[in-house]
């Protein structure tokens, strides 16, 4: 008997643990969601939503596109997010799943009016990571960013995530971030938020009327800058150089290149950017503020134009790394220069005073950005050219 009730005590409890796949999707029943764009006119959201067509695309294969299309992209418009969403699947035959989505484009419209509020919406959503990529359309709407094939990825979302990847380390002109930091900078102080930008090069009006399979595509995708914003609202962008400026700061440029000329000559060289280390620090000094840029960077010689192999002797390898040490600076002073005229502190400046005084941060926090736009400035390069690398008059012949 007690065997009996020892039994069907233990049948119950396992059938309780047990419960099967209660929150099962079945593939045939679903729609993977790889990228989302987010625009508003007056009191009107417009979403796009790339789907994966899963006829088209065959499981192992990476890059290059041929035949159907591997992704579709189904526009809605709704007077909330929610709503735009949920209007959406009047257009599907599954239901959308964004645990696989790669990247949220925002329309720059909707990025001057705040991103608090959408980025909320994301946090609500079980489905959504947070891990998922942002990016901030620039001089093309959002919609269309998602309309352009691409030829190196079968799936266009995989495409703009690692291009924002690779062209933050290879070059240095843009910004990677996902929700979860995005968040983070919000809720923080001491260090305005930044993201990076993308639109269209090339011929818009031939984004949907000639396929991008040519060797020469009619237009491409582009990182272009990076977005600056006030608490959560864009406010302006950096270019190029400020861009650079930037990147050096935040220990986030891992290679990129500089173009330095030859003393008393017309040639050229390029030096490539390997090592790249980078400190802040935030010093009161009596009544001012001393904010001190430190970077020590290295690379080797990749390109010599127009200039003799003597360049690259002892005698004038200081004088090389002095300009390109120079140069640096020029970009940094530059951004610093522009963060100061928009009195915001996108390089973390504030951040640091909090981690070293946390007491004078606590008085000083309020009227940050405005003590930050009057600070004096202080920014040492350290450039080693480690490797000159082989040249004509180097080789030996048999």
């Known amino acids: 008997m007690r065997k009996s009730v020892f039994f069907a005590i233990l049948l119950i409890g396992v059938s309780l643990i047990c419960t099967s796949c209660w929150d099962r999707k079945e593939l045939r029943e679903i729609a993977l969601c790889t990228a989302m764009s987010v625009e508003k006119t007056k009191n009107t959201y417009h979403l796009s939503f790339q789907l994966i067509n899963p006829g088209s695309v065959v499981q192992g294969q990476q890059g290059g596109t041929g035949g159907a299309s591997n992704v579709t992209t189904y526009t809605s418009t709704g007077t909330t997010i929610e709503e735009a969403a949920r209007k959406a699947t009047q257009q599907m035959s599954r239901k959308m799943l964004f645990s696989h989505m790669a990247i949220i484009v925002i329309d720059s419209s909707v990025a001057k009016e705040g991103i608090k509020s959408l980025l909320d919406i994301f946090e609500r959503d079980s489905d959504m990571r947070m891990q998922t990529n942002v990016v901030i359309a620039r001089d093309s709407p959002a919609s269309q960013l998602l309309a352009l094939s691409t030829t190196m990825e079968r799936i266009p979302a995989i495409q ?180 100061q005229e928009l009195k915001l502190d996108i390089f973390g400046f504030g951040a640091s005073l909090d981690r070293t005084d946390r007491r004078l941060w606590k008085r000083v926090q309020k009227d940050w950005n405005e003590i930050f736009s009057n600070a004096d400035t202080e920014v040492r390069v350290d450039m080693s050219i480690i490797n000159t690398g082989l040249t004509v008059n180097q080789t030996r012949t048999k």
């Open 160 to 339: 703009m995530t690692q291009q924002l990847i690779v062209a933050e380390q290879q070059w240095g002109e843009t910004h990677h971030i996902q929700i979860d930091e995005v968040k983070r900078q919000l809720a923080s102080d001491g260090k305005e938020l930044t993201i990076g930008g993308m639109g269209i090069s090339g011929d818009e009006d031939k984004i949907n009327k000639e396929s991008n399979d040519n060797i020469i595509p009619a237009s491409t995708l582009q990182t272009k800058g990076i977005a600056v914003f006030n608490k959560d609202r864009l406010v302006g962008w950096l270019d190029q150089e400020s861009a650079q400026g930037y990147l050096w700061t935040q220990k986030l440029l891992r290679r990129t290149a500089i173009r330095l000329s030859c003393e008393d000559q017309n040639g050229y060289l390029m030096i490539s950017i390997s090592r790249n280390k980078s400190d802040l620090q935030t010093i009161k000094i009596r009544n001012r503020y001393l904010l001190r840029v430190r970077v020590r960077a290295a690379g080797s010689v990749k390109e010599i134009g127009g200039c003799s192999n003597e360049i690259l002797q002892n005698r004038t390898l200081m004088k090389l790394e002095q300009q390109a040490s120079r140069k640096i600076k020029n970009e940094i002073e530059t951004t610093l220069k522009i963060a």
